[in-house]
């Protein structure tokens, strides 16, 4: 399946949503946005996503593939039953004061799957890096070495490879033509300026509107 072949079929199941106000994770906002939760019940082409990340990481020869939450969880492991070394694992990503830090559950006890071992990092979106980077940061904290990160779909091409804390990028589908805007940008000639209603979710527009509760929201 072709980058051509992933978008489109993102825009058929109606996961690209544009002519709207949305606030990103970051902080930043846009008006259009990659709902890729729409797809998440497709097991065969989420199992191809898999398949196409794997043979993509192929040469990194990883000996862990990790995912952050949400689909990255589910993407690590599909990814990871092509992968010779098939071991899976995933991490929670919490945000404080703006920034993301991932962490190992107690009960899973992940962490010990990853000490000394080579380690991929696959997600479904990419927007700011900041998840792949904050498992990034929870692989080096706890002695693995991360040798690519990959995702199945970047939202702008600009979201390097250092961006996400890791050696390397590996990505299906990038997405052309997506205006972002920081909040005095918006606030200046953006959709804020015009006063078009914040969706509040997909996104983090529910932010927003908690600092905002006069701001038209959809």
């Known amino acids: 399946m072709s980058a051509i072949q992933i978008l489109n079929y993102l825009k058929l199941q ?3 949503l544009t002519n709207s106000h949305f606030r990103y994770t ?6 259009s946005y990659i709902n890729m939760r729409e797809v998440a019940h497709d097991a065969e082409w989420m199992g191809r996503m898999g398949q196409r990340l794997s043979h ?3 040469t990194y020869r990883a000996d862990v593939v990790i995912g952050p939450e949400t689909l990255g969880r589910t993407l690590a492991t599909l990814t990871a039953l092509w992968s010779p070394t098939p071991v899976a694992i995933w991490c929670d990503i919490d945000e404080e004061a703006g920034e993301k830090r991932a962490s190992f559950s107690d009960k899973l006890k992940f962490g010990r799957l990853v000490v000394g071992k080579r380690v991929a990092i ?6 700011t890096g900041s998840s792949i980077k904050a498992t990034a940061d ?3 904290e706890v002695g693995g070495e991360v040798v690519a990160g990959a995702a199945v779909v970047r939202r702008t091409p600009d979201v390097t490879a250092e961006m996400c804390g890791v050696p390397a990028l590996e990505v299906l589908a990038d997405v052309e033509g997506f205006s972002t805007f920081s909040e005095t940008e ?3 000639f953006g959709p804020c300026s015009e006063r078009v209603p914040m969706v509040l979710r997909p996104g983090h527009g529910w932010r927003w509107a908690e600092t905002h509760p006069d701001y038209p929201t959809a």
């Open 138 to 140: 929870l692989v080096a």
């Open 186 to 188: 918006c606030q200046a």
């Open 122 to 127: 696959v997600d479904d979106l990419l927007t």
């Open 14 to 16: 109606e996961a690209v």
């Open 26 to 31: 970051s902080g930043m906002h846009g008006t």
């Open 56 to 58: 993509r990481l192929h």
